[in-house]
């Protein structure tokens, strides 16, 4: 069965694409296996303390982040794709399960595709994240999405281009 | 790829339940064809002006209800598991392309598990409506969901019981 392809919104999307010098195998390895994902997906100082990963339809991606100082951001959401070393869409509306989120770290949904495409020896990566509206995307941007997600991938880069 | 069984919560799920005499096909295509939704979805007088269906994860679901004096009430959501004549699993939480639903109607979010289970020459059918917690499943229930989804199951009945 082929998924819908999400439909690109340009108004209530924030996306980053980067090509990153490692096979697409590699870099999906750093998405699915929880101890590759504690190593690069918060920003320092910030850290991941947690990640528990089912990686099928409705099974958990849960990551908890933790601040220098102690404080705690606990992001449970579910899979919704899973295409083996091209695709993963994910989203925090929806907990492991299906069961719609009612509190969602700051009030804020949305979905994210990440695809993984082959690129010579290297791999096209891209993030979409997708918000139910402008303003909600602009409320992801104000949060700091860019610097955010942009830092995570300077440290994901690093990650998967060693060794 | 075997997607996770939601997890029961009685405290947060509305369910029904029949044993139907027709056949999990017959009862599969009452839901998934838009000429036949058509046909039950609604319970009268109120009736089911459209009905979209994309039938694969995240592909549309789309009934707009409406009512003897003219009001509509537009239910977009879209599919997120399809095992053909066994299970169908579809959320309001996210559009089609499984982007997050920024304008729920009534502001009810639920994710909605319905299966189809061969037993004798019928089919065990079962409706789940999970919900992010118990107060939203009270208020789901306040709003009539026990005698909406009994009354259109009836109707459910009638059509997959002719010829």
Request: proline residues 18%.
């Given at each position: 069965m082929i998924p819908t392809t999400p439909k690109p919104d340009p108004a209530a999307d924030l996306a980053l694409a980067r090509v990153i010098a490692a096979p697409p195998e590699r870099v999906w390895a750093a998405w699915t296996q929880p101890d590759l994902v504690k190593r690069w997906f918060t920003p320092k100082p910030w850290e991941t303390a947690h990640c528990e990963i089912d990686?099928?339809?409705?099974g958990i991606f849960r990551t908890v982040l933790r601040g220098p100082d102690g404080p705690e951001v606990d992001n449970t959401g579910c899979w919704l794709e899973v295409v083996p070393n091209r695709r993963l869409v994910w989203t925090?509306?929806?907990?492991?399960?299906?069961r719609p989120n009612g509190s969602l770290p700051h009030g804020l949904s949305f979905t994210a595709v990440i695809t993984f495409e082959p690129e010579g020896a290297g791999t096209r990566y891209t993030v979409t994240a997708m918000h139910p509206g402008a303003e909600a995307a602009k409320r992801h941007a104000d949060m700091g999405f860019h610097e955010g997600w942009g830092a995570a991938l300077e440290q994901l880069v690093e990650l998967v281009s060693k060794g």
């Open positions: 990686l099928r339809p409705g925090v509306a929806l907990l492991p399960g299906f």
